[in-house]
């Protein structure tokens, strides 16, 4: 909700984010603001690149990691204009709730070809401290509902959403339940979401026509 509290009070036209652990790369502020000014752009991404220790390498993450923060600037009055929000029930995950939102809300949308993002393999973050089994098992329906959110509130708005993107969040949905049943975790929030994909035409003819 600190990301919230910046976006409702802060009087600049661009805001970017950047977690207390990690690193922006030089001139990135300027890289991504100039380009975002030029091009017109609500939303403009960049490359990141993620540090590996154990192999002491610094990788460059995938073109397609839409739904992170990293790399990223905002046209700040874009985002409450479309309502976009940080929601408040999710305590993990909210950037796959809000950057696929705020990527596919608007068409003035962008992509500069420059690494501006470092993001720090820190083992005592909230997100590493715990081994990979013990944080699904904490922290996964915060993922399954950000990205279930997110397609209620695409197809509520009316934004639209190509069959690739369709496809690849229901097959995300897909693996997270069924690792979820096996680390036999709780798995209520599956009527919620089959209830909301019955209801969307494009749903239905994706499946129709997988």
């Given at each position: ?16 984010f950047a ?12 890289t ?11 939303i ?17 993450a ?11 600037i905002?046209?700040t ?7 976009i ?6 305590r ?34 909230i ?51 069924m690792k979820?049943k096996?680390?036999?975790c ?7 979401l ?9 749903i ?7």
């Open positions: 909700m600190a990301r919230q509290r910046v976006i409702d009070s802060t009087q600049c036209d661009y805001i970017m977690d207390a652990d990690d690193l922006l790369m030089p001139r990135a502020v300027e991504l603001y100039r380009a975002a000014v030029v091009g017109g752009y609500d403009l991404r960049s490359h990141f690149i993620r540090e590996q220790p154990a192999q002491d390498l610094l990788l460059r995938k073109d397609s990691t839409i739904t992170w923060f990293h790399g990223k905002y046209r009055q874009y985002l409450p204009n479309l309502g929000k940080m929601p408040p029930y999710l993990a995950d909210e950037d796959a709730y809000f950057n696929l939102v705020a990527w596919y809300g608007t068409e003035k949308r962008g992509f500069v070809d420059e690494t501006t993002y470092i993001w720090r393999d820190n083992r005592n973050s997100t590493r401290r715990l081994n990979a089994q013990d944080y699904f098992i904490q922290y996964h329906h915060y993922y399954v509902r950000s990205q279930t959110e997110a397609l209620k509130f695409i197809f509520d708005h009316n934004i639209k959403l190509d069959e690739k993107v369709i496809t690849f969040t229901l097959i995300n949905l897909y693996y997270y339940y979820a096996y680390y036999q709780n798995v209520n929030y599956l009527n919620g089959m209830s909301l994909l019955r209801g969307e035409p494009r239905n003819q994706w499946m129709n026509n997988p």
